[in-house]
């Protein structure tokens, strides 16, 4: 059958996949590279392993796909979002990209904030003011060496580097990793002079926005060769990781949310123009020219019970460094049901979640976790159950949000690595007091990426048709005792992390250990 490969870059693996018209995932290939972190606050890649990590990825789903019998059409894009790497005027690196979860921009997002042009920058960007931002990263490279921000040819993130390698030119994003930059306005659809004159460089030094369904014109030479597939194979510029997730899952109506709960987790639903919450508390990225999506990601998802694996469990199959691989995941599923054991609430603990620091719905650096409550009766069941109900707390924080910004939500959509569980998918229904549906694939973003590659080539009109197109499970309905028991206990989740936000800083500042990034 004839298929698009949607291509999925992300924080520590690209993934091809292979769909059809009827958005059933047919082939799955993952390359992986280190996520660099050489000093605290640092979070890196390789820009050129990054580089021929993309065509390692294409070259093996094409074999897949040939071996299948199908015919590749089409190649679809889709990327991390708010990196920053510098290149040269043919699109080559010239060091390493900078990811997302690089914190150094810390004390320029305090400045922003502090001085007041912080909630402008995020009505008219979208993007809340963060290190995470390239914006907030080109700010902190401008003040330590305005001369080389000037200097470099081109700044760009995953999505120019992905399209320099496997295109070539033009030096070109698409709409929706531009409008996570915090650099380009999302309703005059142009890069914002306030925000280029904060972060030092000139329009000419960023690239071409594109909207998302914009067929590029095919594949570079070498790369064709390496793939076997024809030079002329349409790329579809696509959009960002996080939006295409949404796509992926079939949650592209107003009153349907997607949630991504892997290492990390986000909540996001889509509405028909740029909306930006008044309470900054969410971003707004585009989708498509008449649909962009709105939401919040949050640092720890599964990542908390990986940790409780690490720190509390005991035995043979802990090593010095902490499970990995199959055994990791032996282990989580083993925690996760001895807290299965644990009534909601966990016996009066509360857990702040924030092992790795924390962005929606509070956008501050130097965020710790934290428990609350503890006794001695408190044994690790509960300390893992805690984990979970704090994590799933925070997204229905950003559901909360929703509310606010008057965005109200009826059924929910999950993916990713967590979901497999039926106490996260439990907790989850109940924090956010909604029915989830659980997807079928959990490549919800190559799918998403599939998806959006079909309708640029005319195959799929109407983006709603995924609602319709994308398998979902019954859904689970949240338990009204326990759905009860988090609306009482998420405001003192809120009050906990106003309070201690200045001690967790303080203790953030002081200690040099370095950590893991987010991923």
């Not at 990825?57 to 071996?67: D, F, I």
């Not at 470099?152 to 999505?159: A, D």
């Not at 319709?468 to 809120?494: C, G, K, M, N, Q």
Request: with cysteine; net charge negative.
């Amino acid at each position: 059958m004839d298929v698009v490969v949607g291509l999925d870059v992300g924080t520590t693996s690209t993934k091809a996949v292979t769909a059809g018209t009827d958005a059933r995932v047919r082939d799955l290939v993952s390359v992986a590279y280190p996520l660099q972190v050489p000093e605290p606050g640092r979070a890196e890649l390789d820009a050129a392993r990054l580089a021929r990590a993309f065509v390692e990825a294409l070259v093996g789903v094409a074999a897949a796909a040939r071996e299948r019998g199908d015919r590749v059409v089409a190649v679809s894009l889709s990327a991390a979002m708010h990196g920053l790497v510098p290149m040269d005027d043919d699109g080559a690196p010239l060091g390493p990209l900078v990811t997302w979860a690089d914190d150094r921009a810390a004390s320029r997002a305090a400045a922003l904030v502090a001085d007041g042009r912080a909630a402008g920058l995020h009505e008219r960007t979208g993007t809340p003011v963060h290190p995470m931002s390239p914006l907030l990263k080109l700010s902190w490279e401008q003040a330590s060496d305005p001369d080389r921000v000037a200097r470099v040819p081109r700044w760009g993130g995953v999505k120019e580097l992905l399209v320099a390698t496997l295109v070539g030119g033009p030096h070109a994003v698409d709409r929706s990793c531009a409008s996570a930059t915090g650099l380009y306005d999302i309703r005059t659809r142009r890069w914002d002079a306030e925000a280029l004159q904060i972060a030092g460089v000139r329009p000419e030094q960023l690239a071409e926005v594109l909207p998302t369904t914009t067929v590029l014109p095919g594949l570079r030479a070498e790369v064709a060769a390496a793939t076997g597939l024809p030079r002329e194979t349409p790329v579809v510029v696509g959009a960002s990781d996080g939006v295409l997730a949404n796509l992926g899952v079939g949650a592209v109506r107003p009153d349907v949310a997607a949630v991504s709960l892997g290492t990390s987790g986000a909540l996001r639903v889509v509405v028909p123009g740029p909306t930006v919450d008044p309470g900054h508390r969410l971003f707004c990225y585009a989708l498509t020219d008449d649909a962009w999506v709105v939401g919040g990601a949050v640092n720890n998802g599964g990542s908390v019970v990986r940790w409780a694996a690490q720190a509390l469990a005991a035995g043979p199959d802990v090593g010095a460094g902490g499970p990995e691989g199959e055994a990791a995941d032996d282990l989580d599923a083993r925690l996760l049901a001895e807290a299965e054991g644990v009534p909601a609430g966990s016996a009066g603990l509360l857990c702040l979640p924030y092992l790795l620091g924390e962005r929606a719905p509070w956008w501050r650096s130097g965020l710790r976790g934290a428990y609350l409550g503890l006794r001695r009766e408190h044994r690790r069941p509960h300390l893992v159950r805690a984990a979970v109900e704090g994590v799933c707390q925070q997204l229905a924080l950003v559901r909360d949000a929703f509310d606010g910004a008057g965005l109200p939500v009826r059924e929910v959509r999950a993916t990713g690595g967590a979901v497999a569980s039926g106490l996260w998918v439990r907790t989850l229904a109940a924090a956010l007091d909604l029915p989830v549906r659980v997807a079928d694939s959990p490549e919800g973003t190559g799918l998403g990426a599939c998806l959006l590659g079909w309708h640029a080539l005319g195959a799929l009109p109407d983006l709603d048709a995924a609602t319709a197109l994308v398998d979902v499970s019954e859904p689970v309905l949240p338990d009204p005792t326990d759905a009860a028991l988090y609306r009482r206990l998420r405001p003192l989740v809120e009050r906990s992390t106003t309070a201690l936000t200045d001690v967790l800083t303080e203790l953030d500042a002081l200690d040099d250990t370095p950590s893991e990034p987010a991923r």
